[in-house]
């Protein structure tokens, strides 16, 4: 059970942070839909913490207590001898490691994409947004870029702290 919480943590921060990334395209790049925000962000959370459930509830089944070989006396939750052969449980690998890591980094980057070329296309008009289109990023306001780089650094450094 421990070890399915702790999955759980796993996939929850990871769509936590999908979820802010989506709130912030959202809020930029949709202004006027801000009447349904709250709404919106809470059916986003329940999303995130139900497929986080679904997610870690085969830790629960997966990992069980193994004696280790040359101390009996020692025991450790683990997930070895669980699958029937490697392929089995290097499709489990994947899949949590694209859940945790990859779905994230593809959310984020594409929301804030997005709200870079909707902030881009916003403040040029259309002949001379191709003469700029070189050094565009730095016409981009700073805060932008540094909410960008706040929670990809976060979430990855939070992945190598506490995991």
């Known amino acids: 059970i421990c070890m399915a919480l702790r999955a759980f943590g796993f996939y929850l921060s990871s769509n936590i942070i999908m979820v802010i990334a989506i709130d912030r395209y959202m809020s930029i790049v949709h202004p006027m839909m801000l009447s349904g925000s709250i709404r919106r962000c809470k059916i986003m959370l329940v999303i995130a913490y139900v497929v986080s459930l679904v997610y870690s509830l085969p830790q629960s089944i997966i990992f069980h207590i193994e004696r280790h070989p040359n101390f009996p006396w020692f025991l450790q939750c683990v997930t070895f001898n669980f699958f029937q052969n490697d392929s089995q449980e290097l499709a ?20 804030y ?19 700029y289109a070189q050094d565009v990023l730095s016409h981009y306001p700073e805060d932008v870029l540094s ?7 976060s979430h990855y450094a939070h992945d190598i702290l506490f995991h």
Do not use: G, W
């Open 92 to 111: 489990y690998d994947m899949f949590s490691f694209v859940a945790v890591y990859v779905n994230p980094l593809l959310v984020i980057v594409t929301a």
């Open 147 to 153: 909410h960008y780089a706040q929670d990809v650094l």
């Open 113 to 131: 994409t997005l709200i870079l070329i909707k902030d881009v296309t916003s403040h040029y008009p259309e002949d001379v947004l191709s003469h």
